[in-house]
């Protein structure tokens, strides 16, 4: 973990070094990620501020889409949704190229599909549930024509949006989904939190196969990694499964 971190940080400078916005953009944005997903809200802002001061140099639509879809991923997880939506929005009045799209899915990148699939939280908690819906199924559409690992990552996504919504039902179908594609693939990063919704909503499903012990190794596996922006969310899972088997005092005890 602390090699990829490095390494980020030294492409970041040589790609500054040479002035290859090209190259900038998507080290960048995998430095700002590398920061939500360890929980540094302080590092992340930083990287956010460096964020918007490039998408002023850049001509590139998609690559200032991929920037505008960063900040808006950014700002949702700091709980700013209008502003969160409004980024959104913006990148996909930028482009809406989808055979461009993938030649960024190597880098990691896809905005258009990112922006659709994120976009869906915010239209839901500002009311707009349909166009919500829309979105998310856009998303997994282009996803799936795009690229394996980004399917996965979208699955999961709308996975973790319905459990989130308390569609249980939806949230297993589209994990179990997400956990198929993984197995296929032999994707690896993100399949521990795909297993971690997929116990979930089947413990809410009520399925006498599953108990809390299941999901609470599946959030150690999670926290072996390093990983800590989910892990409160997760931990809640954890809290109403003990709940469910009518041990509410260790539920506490894991919040």
Known sequence: ?????????????????????????????????????????????????????????????????????????????????DRAYEYFHRALALSDDAQEETRLVPLGLAPITFALLHSSPTLWLSGRINQARSNMKKS????????????????????????????????????????????????????????????AARLQCGDPKIGSAILAEHIRAYRATGAQLLLPLYLSFLAEAYWREHDPQKGLQVV
């Open 1 to 81: 973990a602390a090699d990829l971190e490095q390494n980020l940080t030294r492409a970041q400078d040589l790609s500054e070094e040479l002035e290859e916005l090209s190259s900038l953009v998507p080290v960048l944005i995998g430095v700002g990620r590398w920061h939500q997903v360890h929980a540094d809200r302080v590092a992340a802002t930083v990287v956010a501020e460096q964020e918007i001061r490039l998408l002023e140099r850049l001509d590139d639509p998609l690559l200032a889409s991929s920037l505008t879809v960063q900040l808006g991923t950014i700002a949702l997880l700091q709980g700013e949704i």
């Open 140 to 199: 997994l559409i282009r996803a799936q024509k795009a690229h394996p690992a980004l399917f996965f990552n979208a699955l999961f996504r709308a996975a973790l949006t319905h459990q989130l919504l308390r569609e249980p039902v939806a949230a297993k179908q589209l994990a179990h989904q997400a956990l198929t594609v993984a197995d296929e693939y032999g994707i690896i990063l993100s399949k521990e939190e795909a297993q971690i919704v997929h116990t």
